[in-house]
T-cell receptor, first 114, second 114 residues
Framework: DTEVTQTPKHLVMGMTNKKSLKCEQH?????MYWYKQKAKKPPELMFVYSYEKLSINESVPSRFSPECPNSSLLNLHLHALQPEDSALYLC?????????????FGSGTQLSVL | AQSVTQLDSQVPVFEEAPVELRCNYSSSVSVYLFWYVQYPNQGLQLLLKYLSGSTLVESINGFEAEFNKSQTSFHLRKPSVHISDTAEYFC????????????FGTGTQLKVEL
């Protein structure tokens, strides 16, 4: 199984809503990532978890809150988002954070904030 | 710090013609290089990677890339493209420091025409 599964595939939310994005992998990977991708742009790193501990936070606003309940799951909790937060949110995993470890991406959640 | 440059934002090509997508990197240390492909409304898929050893790496769908240390390049090639190869292609480098982040180029849109 070489898949990273993300749910939901699409999400529309208002600026006062609270929602969560979910990501799951069963490859035994110990590093998991959240990326944000705007149209026609490369992905931008948001967070990295390594062995279930937050390793990197790229100065992401607090309205985005990551959570890693176990080694297979990664969540991104959303609250009070802004319209400019509309984007494709990608989850990825890798064996670990070593440079030789390739990242495997999910198909993403297309988020629209109204 | 490392960086990646993809000079061509769009590359139009006719079906069955050869194609080269250019990627240049800069890094003061040894690098690990990757090519990812993103089809419309999907996540990123790992196409191929260079970690060490043979400088020519191949993917299962006919793409190949050659690591050239003297020219700091990792160009992607395919001798004969298909309509189904139409997608966005991202070159990426995984460097040292700051948690070994994966740094993406700005992407090249490959458009295969009949």
């Amino acid at each position: 199984d070489t898949e990273v599964t993300q749910t939901p595939k699409h999400l529309v939310m208002g600026m006062t809503n609270k929602k969560s994005l979910k990501c799951e992998q069963h490859m035994g990977h110990r590093a998991m990532y959240w990326y944000k991708q705007k149209a026609k742009k490369p992905p931008e790193l948001m967070f990295v978890y390594s062995y279930e501990k937050l390793s990197i936070n790229e100065s992401v606003p607090s309205r985005f809150s990551p959570e890693c309940p176990n080694s297979s799951l990664l969540n991104l909790h959303l609250h009070a988002l802004q319209p400019e937060d509309s984007a494709l949110y990608l989850c990825a995993s890798s064996q670990d954070q070593a440079r030789a470890s390739a990242l495997f991406f999910g198909s993403g959640t297309q988020l629209s904030v109204l | 710090a490392q960086s990646v440059t993809q000079l061509d934002s769009q590359v139009p090509v006719f079906e069955e013609a050869p194609v080269e997508l250019r990627c240049n990197y800069s890094s003061s240390v040894s690098v690990y290089l990757f090519w990812y492909v993103q089809y419309p409304n999907q996540g990123l898929q790992l196409l191929l990677k260079y970690l060490s050893g043979s400088t020519l790496v191949e993917s299962i769908n006919g793409f190949e890339a050659e690591f050239n240390k003297s020219q700091t390049s990792f160009h992607l090639r395919k001798p004969s493209v298909h309509i189904s190869d139409t997608a966005e292609y991202f070159c990426a480098v995984r460097g040292t420091g700051g948690g070994n982040k994966l740094t993406f180029g700005t992407g090249t849109q490959l458009k295969v025409e009949l």
